[in-house]
């Protein structure tokens, strides 16, 4: 099997049980939720962010955490990461033995506190407390800035604000900046700019990327992260989640389309695409509506069909 | 305004008139389809497949072909270019005065079967009556190779037949080759070597690109297209049409996602794309269904959004 020490190896991270789940009307029982992970184990993904240990108020959707933790397969191969949004989370996240915590902000200050009504001084401050609460426990924390290639309420995100984000998280330790494009205003240049400059600055820290498919570029701005460099990436089973903001419009790029191109382009995963698929098109059918992956539908590109299957092109 | 004479000028052929709507089950009323082609011209669109000179019988949401171009607005800057199956759509496309005619086979012997009942070599003859017809109208005549990166019959498609298709448009005194995508099987690694087979044998031929999102990579693939110095792509209005072989599949790629990602990359269009925008918009209306087109839902990447417009992430 492909390891991480592979050459060309990339991580994808499955951010659906949590990203994907947490906007859904309906609470997924934790049962499938378990199943979904599991079957996400035993594909090959090497790392899924499993849920949040967020106020069960504030997402109901993902109140059952330390269950599905506890309930989950864990192998040696896949890191099991959640989002911690404070300090009561942290302290529920090490008692359920996480393998990593996922703190987060907004690179904007408008954005921040739009989504966690904090200043990002007093988003900062609470990540030293978490931080402190996982290295007691001896597990690795994660750190996230939402609206790094663009905020919906200010624009353009300096350079700056990323270095000085990153040099943050270097001190208090963490093991990696994931930037996330959480409206989907990535472009190539905007992502070459944002990884160039923390590069930069904060060598040692590997920088992940989280892609929205809100403009439908999602794919080409993680060729250009391949381009320099990156080697994790972030999607979510079946394209579902990601908070898109206008009817119709989609959010997180789906990880059956990401690991399709990345094996294409000639990468390694570890992931088995064919029981992805089959997973992904069993999210669509719990959901009982269209969601936006293409690979699950279309299937392998080789796939040989029957002359009554395709449709005439006429050109 | 931008002219394809301008640095880093894209042509982008508009094929949602013909191969958008040639697969819708309601009619277009040719007022509709002369409104939405006038926009496109208006929108500094440089090329458009405005329909096909087919049999009212095998596609008869394109019947209206000569009435459609009699009364669409003509514009130097914008080539109408109309599909031409046989002998007598030439004849009636030249009486039409189109300004371009496009002929197309399938890479592959069985998918050219399937799709007009024929094999290759009967379709280059009539190809050579065509010609001729079109010739002693002066109009140029564009060729297109469907199925050219992969068959869903007969899998990889050997760059040898690239070629030989290549020297027969060549020889035939086209002014183009049209790469189709025809099932979305299209990668980076398979443009490649189709594009450099055809350039090395025959780099008198321009080369255009069309390609479906089946799989998500469309515009991935476009990347790939431009990289190797390709300068035609062709696309479809609100990602309309493309003979989807699956529910829910997507067919080609959509023109406003594609114009968006050419300007954010540094590629000039002379296209305006919220002109665009509106008319994906309209015609997703006209359709009363959700189309895949995505910058039409989601706008520009920096439009400024109230606080209250933008769910929030979690992370």
């Known amino acids: ?20 789940l947490q906007s859904e009307e309906k609470f997924v029982p934790t049962d499938v939720k378990v199943k979904w ?34 309930r989950a397969k864990r192998c040696e191969t896949t890191t099991m990461a959640a989002l911690v949004p404070n300090v009561r989370g942290a302290t529920n ?16 200050e408008s954005h921040n506190l739009k989504n966690v009504n904090r200043t990002i001084s007093e988003s900062l401050a609470g990540f030293k ?8 426990a001896g597990i690795p924390v994660h750190g996230v800035v939402a609206t790094a ?23 208090m330790g963490f093991i990696g900046i994931g930037l996330g494009d959480t409206t989907g205003m990535a472009t190539p240049p905007v992502v070459e700019r944002a990884v160039t400059a923390i590069r930069e600055a904060v060598p040692e820290l590997p920088i992940s990327l989280h892609f929205h498919n809100t403009r439908g570029i999602g794919l080409v701005n993680v060729i250009k ?16 989640g990601g908070c898109p903001f206008a009817p119709g419009a989609t959010g997180n790029i789906c990880t059956e389309d990401l690991v399709y191109l990345l094996h294409e382009v000639g990468y390694k995963t570890g992931i088995d695409l064919e029981a992805l698929c089959r997973l992904a098109r069993d999210i669509e059918s719990h959901m009982k509506r269209d ?25």
């Open 37 to 70: 992970i599991n079957r996400l184990v035993d594909a090959g993904v090497s790392r899924i962010e499993f849920s949040s240990f967020v106020s069960p108020k504030a997402v109901p959707q993902l109140r059952d955490a330390a269950e599905v933790i506890g």
């Open 225 to 240: 992260g391949l381009e320099l460099g990156v080697t994790r990436f972030e999607s979510s089973f079946a394209g579902l």
């Open 149 to 171: 290639v663009g905020c919906p309420f200010e624009g353009e995100v300096p350079s700056e604000r990323l270095v000085d984000l990153a040099k943050h998280y270097r001190d």
């Open 1 to 20: 099997m492909d390891s991480p020490q592979a050459e060309n190896f990339i991580t994808v991270t499955e951010v659906g049980p949590r990203d994907g």
């Open 129 to 136: 407390l978490v931080a402190r609460i996982a290295g007691e």
């Open 93 to 108: 996240a090490a008692e359920a033995q996480v393998d990593e915590m996922v703190v987060f902000l907004s690179a904007s």
């Open 291 to 315: 969601l936006p992956g293409q690979v699950m539908k279309a299937g392998p590109r080789l796939q040989a069909r029957g002359t009554d299957e395709v449709a005439t092109a006429k050109g």
